[in-house]
């Protein structure tokens, strides 16, 4: 008969015998009387822990959404066109709730403001300083770029300008046709019209938009440019 076809025999005995379950749960059980001090103080340790990160994790969930409620009402006052005031408003979240999402945030909007408000210097240094933080996303940095770009070329500084624009529309994103219009604008002014032609054939062959692909065909020789879209209206309705 085959090795593993015979029967095996239990004994009373050996039924009766702790598993290895029961053996390291009494060892454990053992070696924590024998030292209920050092027990005592990891389990309070382990209860003071526990109780540190629910304090945190409240106090960053209030902090947060204080942060998004002063960012709203500044934005509400963005919104209504008082740019100067909104700047403030922006720089007080920034100050308070740096370390917040919309606390962030509000650093390239008060950018946003002071430009808006005729203030290019201050806009281009507030864009400089929200850049310097290391935005959270791609589409963030690309708008503070742009922004930078905008703000540079209207306080004069062409080279500023252009590395702002140029590193935007090298980003993927909604910024970056509008950076790379600006760079082509900036090149343009600069006397350099192959370079801004270059960039207009190059937006040529991505941008869907009716009103930019006329505005690119009338900037580049040769191209015959699409009538204006009230004309389009006018001529589609014949």
């Known amino acids: 008969m085959p090795q593993h076809a015979k029967r095996l025999k239990v004994r009373r005995k050996d039924l009766r015998k702790p598993d290895e379950f029961e053996t390291l749960t009494g060892q454990a059980v053992d070696w924590a009387q ?15 822990a526990a109780v540190i990160a629910l304090g945190v994790g409240r106090w960053r969930s209030s902090r947060d959404e204080a942060a998004a409620a002063a960012f709203n009402l500044a934005q509400a006052t963005f919104t209504d066109g008082k740019f100067a005031d909104a700047a403030r408003a922006f720089e007080d ?50 708008e503070a770029l742009d922004g930078l770009g905008r703000a540079k070329e209207a306080s004069g500084d062409s080279a500023g300008a252009l590395e702002a624009y140029t590193q935007a529309g090298a980003l993927t994103g909604p910024y970056r046709t509008d950076a790379l219009l600006g760079a082509a604008r900036v090149h343009d002014a600069s006397g350099e019209a192959d370079k801004a032609r270059e960039i207009y054939a190059s937006l040529l062959k991505d941008v869907s938009d009716p009103d930019t692909k006329a505005l690119l065909t009338a900037k580049l020789p040769g191209k015959v440019a699409a009538p204006p879209p009230a004309e389009r209206d006018a001529e589609d309705a014949h």
């Open 93 to 142: 979240v920034l100050t308070t709730y740096p370390r917040a999402p919309f606390g962030r945030l509000a650093g390239l909007y008060r950018a946003h403001a002071l430009a808006r408000s005729g203030d290019a210097s201050g806009g281009a240094t507030a864009y400089g300083e929200y850049l310097v933080t290391s935005p959270d996303s791609d589409y963030l940095r690309q």
């Open 34 to 48: 024998a030292h209920r001090p050092l027990v005592g103080g990891v389990v309070i340790a382990a209860l003071v």
